[in-house]
């Protein structure tokens, strides 16, 4: 059975919520707890000690969330909005796809679904549009070179981001008139941005070479978007030539594909059979042979035994080079 632990604060009561199946009890306490006597609280729950809370979903949704206390509950299944090898978010032995589940971002921008999709067909006049932040910490260094890679080449827009309304119908009207929307590495490995670029049926060309994506073992998003390392990116041309090259039948298939993957990333309720809320749980279903796997081991190995069972990933993924030639 699969327990989910979520804190839920206002500023005079903060209540500890343990979801199970069929049903959910609440524990309540007069005032907001400190982090660590949360900690102590969950920890001493006999449900956490049965399987040293490998049983538990924790949602941390942030490169900050629970970050103070991380490395206590490792052994729990982390709901991610990504998984950063680098350390500069998520730490070595914390994290790692067998254990955790990567989640999609809520979008940005508006849904063009069928009727919308058919009327902007003809008008996406623009090859390639990028609207964001252009310049960025760690991974997102790759931005700037980009920048000056593309800017002023025909076909591409650039623009710097801006945030509210305006930003948000800028970014949209910009991504319904382009055929391929650019998705580079920011601060973090993955933003709203590629799904905005789902929702607008516009084909994502992803540079970032630590991206998970949600949902990997039940999507192929071969089907939709296109990976390019990095270091193929900023090669003088190489980025707009590969572009150009695709034929016209594979980037409508792309597209009509683009319109089936969508719902997979709407938020919605009720849930829908596929929507995201499904997938999550399809997901988890996976892990719960592995999740018995390690809690019966750790029942029964006694604690001298050097035989530990260590599965985190080192690095979680990169994006083979040479993809351009």
């Given at each position: 059975?699969?327990?989910?632990?979520?804190?839920?604060?206002?500023?005079?009561?903060?209540?500890?919520?343990?979801?199970?199946?069929?049903?959910?009890?609440?524990?309540?306490?007069?005032?907001?707890?400190?982090?660590?006597?949360?900690?102590?609280?969950?920890?001493?729950?006999?449900?956490?000690?049965?399987?040293?809370?490998?049983?538990?979903?924790?949602?941390?949704?942030?490169?900050?969330?629970?970050?103070?206390?991380?490395?206590?509950?490792?052994?729990?299944?982390?709901?991610?909005?990504?998984?950063?090898?680098?350390?500069?978010?998520?730490?070595?032995?914390?994290?790692?796809?067998?254990?955790d589940l990567i989640l999609p971002y809520v979008?940005?921008?508006?849904?063009c679904d069928a009727k919308c999709l058919l009327?902007?067909?003809?008008?996406?006049?623009?090859?390639?549009?990028?609207?964001?932040?252009?310049?960025?910490?760690?991974?997102?260094?790759?931005?700037?070179?980009?920048?000056?890679?593309?800017?002023?080449?025909?076909?591409?827009?650039?623009?710097?981001?801006?945030?509210?309304?305006?930003?948000?119908?800028?970014?949209?009207?910009?991504?319904?008139?382009?055929?391929?929307?650019?998705?580079?590495?920011?601060?973090?490995?993955?933003?709203?941005?590629?799904?905005?670029?789902?929702?607008?049926?516009?084909?994502?060309?992803?540079?970032?070479?630590?991206?998970?994506?949600?949902?990997?073992?039940?999507?192929?998003?071969?089907?939709?978007?296109?990976?390019?390392?990095?270091?193929?990116?900023?090669?003088?041309?190489?980025?707009?030539?590969?572009?150009?090259?695709?034929?016209?039948?594979?980037?409508?298939?792309?597209?009509?594909?683009?319109?089936?993957?969508?719902?997979?990333?709407?938020?919605?309720?009720?849930?829908?059979?596929?929507?995201?809320?499904?997938?999550?749980?399809?997901?988890?279903?996976?892990?719960?042979?592995?999740?018995?796997?390690?809690?019966?081991?750790?029942?029964?190995?006694?604690?001298e035994s050097r035989s530990l069972c260590t599965?985190?990933?080192?690095?979680?993924?990169?994006?083979?080079?040479?993809?351009?030639?």
């Amino acid at each position: 059975m699969l327990e989910c632990i979520q804190w839920r604060c206002s500023s005079r009561r903060c209540e500890c919520i343990r979801l199970d199946t069929p049903q959910c009890w609440v524990v309540s306490l007069a005032a907001r707890p400190e982090k660590n006597e949360a900690l102590k609280w969950v920890t001493e729950q006999p449900a956490w000690k049965r399987s040293e809370g490998r049983d538990h979903i924790l949602p941390i949704h942030h490169p900050w969330s629970f970050k103070s206390v991380r490395r206590f509950m490792k052994n729990a299944i982390w709901l991610l909005p990504d998984m950063d090898s680098t350390g500069n978010w998520y730490k070595p032995g914390q994290g790692w796809l067998e254990k955790d589940l990567i989640l999609p971002y809520v979008p940005n921008v508006d849904l063009c679904d069928a009727k919308c999709l058919l009327e902007i067909e003809s008008k996406r006049s623009t090859l390639l549009f990028f609207r964001g932040r252009l310049k960025r910490n760690a991974g997102g260094k790759i931005r700037a070179k980009l920048v000056s890679e593309l800017n002023g080449a025909d076909g591409v827009v650039i623009e710097e981001g801006s945030a509210g309304e305006a930003g948000k119908a800028a970014a949209q009207s910009g991504m319904r008139k382009s055929i391929y929307c650019l998705c580079p590495a920011g601060d973090t490995p993955s933003s709203a941005r590629l799904f905005d670029a789902i929702f607008s049926g516009c084909i994502p060309v992803i540079i970032s070479d630590e991206l998970e994506l949600p949902f990997e073992g039940i999507l192929d998003y071969r089907k939709i978007a296109l990976f390019v390392s990095s270091s193929d990116a900023v090669q003088p041309g190489s980025l707009l030539k590969f572009l150009r090259s695709v034929s016209p039948a594979q980037i409508r298939a792309m597209q009509m594909n683009l319109a089936k993957f969508s719902r997979h990333f709407l938020y919605s309720n009720p849930a829908q059979p596929m929507g995201p809320e499904d997938l999550i749980w399809r997901m988890l279903a996976g892990k719960l042979v592995n999740i018995k796997l390690h809690t019966r081991r750790s029942q029964r190995v006694v604690k001298e035994s050097r035989s530990l069972c260590t599965c985190d990933c080192k690095r979680s993924n990169f994006t083979i080079p040479a993809l351009l030639s």
